[in-house]
C-alpha cells in the first residue's frame, strides 16, 4: 500500500491528436519539479498524471503542493494506491485510509470502474467501502448522499486500484512550453511579473529583459528584479532573465531631446532592444505589464508610437486591469512584497516633468533624428548578460 499523488488535467483533456504532447510537457515539468523531494515515477493514463514515490525517503507533501502549483494540472488529490483486490481495499479504508478523513463527520462513497473485468459493479463495491468506514470509526461519521463534508472515491484502475478523499482545485492553466516563448519585459513594479505570470499560465515559455541604468539604478534594484524572475519562475519554470545597460542611451538622450518626448523615445529604445533579443533567443511575441492609462506612456497613442517599432506581437495581458486587480494577482502569487520594495527603475531616471500624453509620431521621429539611433541599440545590445533562474528553492 503506497501514498500515491493524482493530478487531473484541466485544458489538456479537451486536447485531440496532440494531447499527447501536452501531457508529455506536463511531465517533463513536473519531474523538474520534484527533483528536490526524492525519486518519482511520473506518468500518465486515463486522463491522469501518477506521480508515484520510489522511495521511503520523498517528501510527498512538498510533492503535492508542487504539483498543485504546476500550471496544466486543473486538480489534485493524494490517494492510497492498493492491490486490485476486494479484500485488500476494504482492509486499506479500515486502516491506513481513515487518518485522510479524519475530520469528515459525514461521507458518500463514490466508486468508478475502468477496469470492466473487477468482479463487483460500482454499487456494491459503494457499499462495501462504506461499511468498512462506518465500522472503522465506530459511528463517530455518517452517510450522508446529499451534501456530504468528504467523498471517498474508489477508482479501480487498469493496474491497481486507488482509494482518494476529496480533490483540490489546483492551478489549472497550460503546461509551460505549449504556446510559444514570450519576451516579458520585467521592471521591478507591480505589474510585469503579473503580466508573465498570467501568460505563462497559458501556457507561454517565458524570457525575461530587464533594462538597468547603472550607477542610476543600483545593484540591488537589479537584484530585486532577479527576486522577481524566480518568483515568476517558480510558476512559469526555468527562465532566462536578460539584462541590457541603457545608461549610455539615456545620457545621450538627456543631453540632446527635449524632456517631454523622453520616456517615450526611451521606451521605443527598449522595444528595439526587445526585437533583437526576441530574435535571438527565438521569441515568438514580447509581453508587457501595460494597463490602458495606468501612466503617461500607457496612453492608446503612446502605446501605438511605441508598438510601431515592433516587428512581432506585443501581448498586453493586463491592458483592460485595474490597479487593484492586478494589486489581488500579486498577492496571490507572493510578488507584490517584493515589488514594493523602493528601488529605481530606469523609467525614473530622468523622468519628464510634463511627458507626452498624446504624441505624435512625426514628432517623436524628428526628435529620435538627432540621435544615431542604429549605434545606440548596437552599443546597448552588446552589454546583454544573461542570468538563469530555475524558481526552485
Ligand atoms: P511595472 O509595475 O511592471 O513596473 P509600471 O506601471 O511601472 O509597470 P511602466 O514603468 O510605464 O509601468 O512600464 C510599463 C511596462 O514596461 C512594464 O510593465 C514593463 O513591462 C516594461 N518596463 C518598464 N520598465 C522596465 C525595465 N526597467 N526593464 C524592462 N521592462 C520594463
Ligand atoms: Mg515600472
Redesign the pocket.
Given at each position: 500500500m503506497k501514498k500515491i499523488i493524482l493530478c487531473k488535467f484541466g485544458e489538456i483533456a479537451l486536447k485531440g491528436a496532440n494531447r499527447a504532447y501536452f501531457e508529455k510537457l506536463l511531465k517533463v515539468e513536473l519531474k523538474r519539479r520534484l527533483r528536490n523531494f526524492g525519486k518519482f515515477k511520473i506518468y500518465s493514463a486515463q486522463s491522469t498524471v501518477y506521480i508515484e514515490p520510489l522511495e521511503d525517503s520523498c517528501d510527498m507533501d512538498f510533492a503535492y503542493r508542487a504539483a498543485k502549483n504546476t500550471f496544466g494540472v486543473s486538480a489534485v488529490q493524494m490517494a492510497l494506491e492498493v492491490p486490485k483486490d476486494m479484500d485488500a481495499i476494504l482492509f486499506a479504508v479500515g486502516t491506513e485510509f481513515m487518518p485522510y478523513i479524519e475530520d469528515a463527520k459525514t461521507f458518500k462513497v463514490e466508486a468508478k470502474r475502468s477496469d470492466k473485468k473487477f468482479p463487483l459493479e460500482s454499487p456494491e463495491i459503494c457499499k462495501l467501502v462504506g461499511g468498512a468506514i462506518l465500522e472503522a470509526c465506530h459511528g463517530r461519521k455518517k452517510v450522508d448522499v446529499h451534501t456530504p463534508e468528504v467523498c471517498v472515491r474508489v477508482e479501480i484502475r487498469d493496474y491497481a486500484a486507488y482509494i482518494c478523499a476529496g480533490q483540490e482545485r489546483a492551478i489549472g492553466g497550460m503546461p509551460q512550453g505549449s504556446n510559444g516563448k514570450g519576451l516579458?519585459?520585467?521592471?521591478?513594479?507591480?505589474?510585469?511579473?503579473v503580466?508573465g505570470y498570467q501568460m505563462a499560465k497559458r501556457g507561454v515559455k517565458i524570457e525575461s529583459?530587464?533594462?538597468?541604468s547603472f550607477p542610476y539604478t543600483s545593484e540591488r534594484a537589479k537584484e530585486k528584479v532577479l527576486d522577481l524572475a524566480n518568483k515568476v519562475a517558480s510558476y512559469s519554470g526555468e527562465m532566462n532573465v536578460h539584462v541590457i545597460s541603457l545608461t549610455h542611451i539615456q545620457e545621450v538622450m538627456r543631453d540632446t531631446i527635449e524632456e517631454d518626448y523622453f520616456t517615450l523615445i526611451l521606451?521605443r529604445f527598449?522595444m528595439r532592444l526587445a526585437m533583437k533579443v526576441a530574435k535571438k533567443f527565438y521569441c515568438d511575441a514580447v509581453i508587457?505589464?501595460?494597463?490602458i492609462g495606468?501612466?503617461a506612456?500607457?496612453t492608446m497613442q503612446a502605446l501605438v508610437v511605441t508598438d510601431i517599432i515592433s516587428e512581432i506581437p506585443v501581448f498586453r495581458p493586463l491592458i483592460g486591469n485595474d490597479k487593484e486587480d492586478i494589486i489581488k494577482i500579486a498577492r496571490e502569487i507572493d510578488t507584490f512584497e517584493t515589488?514594493i520594495l523602493p528601488y529605481e527603475?530606469?523609467?525614473t531616471v530622468f523622468t519628464p516633468r510634463h511627458p507626452k500624453t498624446r504624441p505624435e509620431l512625426d514628432k517623436v521621429v524628428a526628435q529620435e533624428e538627432k540621435l544615431d539611433v542604429d549605434a545606440l541599440v548596437e552599443e546597448a545590445f552588446a552589454t546583454l548578460e544573461t542570468i538563469v533562474v530555475t524558481g526552485l528553492d
Open positions: 516579458l519585459l520585467l521592471s521591478g513594479g507591480i505589474d510585469s511579473p503580466a529583459l530587464h533594462f538597468e521606451r527598449m508587457t505589464g501595460e494597463s495606468q501612466v506612456s500607457q515589488s527603475d530606469c523609467c
